[in-house]
């Protein structure tokens, strides 16, 4: 094969394939949802930074309180590098869809679901909200159970 037809081939599938990843990779309100809940929907939770502290709850939570929260750790004048991290990158109307969430104001509306059949986008959306789930701590998710 020519030299200048491969590279053409190449580059035609690198452009096809380009599309669907940049679809992909669009952070929905679910997934900003499971970020928290990464930390703050363990109960009991503790995290060693920087420092040993127990992580607050969220669910049950004011949605003002939340609102105010998450824009002093935006505006840096609460000192905490991974709350400001994960802050930085929500916009208003994030904040507003995840306090009233956590406040129980509001449920988040389910995930789409590619090519998910039509009964599993009906459970999706009967499931309860993950505040009020009780999760598995990541031990017990590492030892399978």
């Not at 929905?28 to 060693?48: E, R, S, Y």
Request: hydrophobic residues 40%; glycine residues 6%; positive net charge.
């Amino acid at each position: 094969m020519h030299p200048l037809r491969f590279l053409a081939a190449v580059a035609l599938c690198g452009a096809a394939l380009s599309a669907p990843a940049a679809e992909d990779t669009q952070v929905t309100l679910q997934n900003k949802l499971a970020q928290c809940q990464g930390c703050h929907g363990i109960p009991g939770w503790k995290t060693a930074y920087p420092e040993v502290y127990h992580v607050p709850k969220l669910g049950g939570q004011k949605a003002a309180y939340i609102v105010n929260a998450l824009k002093e750790y935006q505006a840096g004048r609460r000192d905490f590098g991974t709350m400001h991290a994960m802050a930085s990158d929500l916009s208003d109307q994030d904040i507003k869809k995840l306090a009233a969430y956590f406040s129980g104001e509001s449920s988040p509306a389910p995930a789409p679901a590619h090519d998910a059949p039509a009964q599993e986008q009906d459970a999706a959306a009967r499931q309860s909200r993950p505040a009020a789930v009780p999760l598995r701590s990541r031990a017990a998710v590492a030892r399978g159970e």
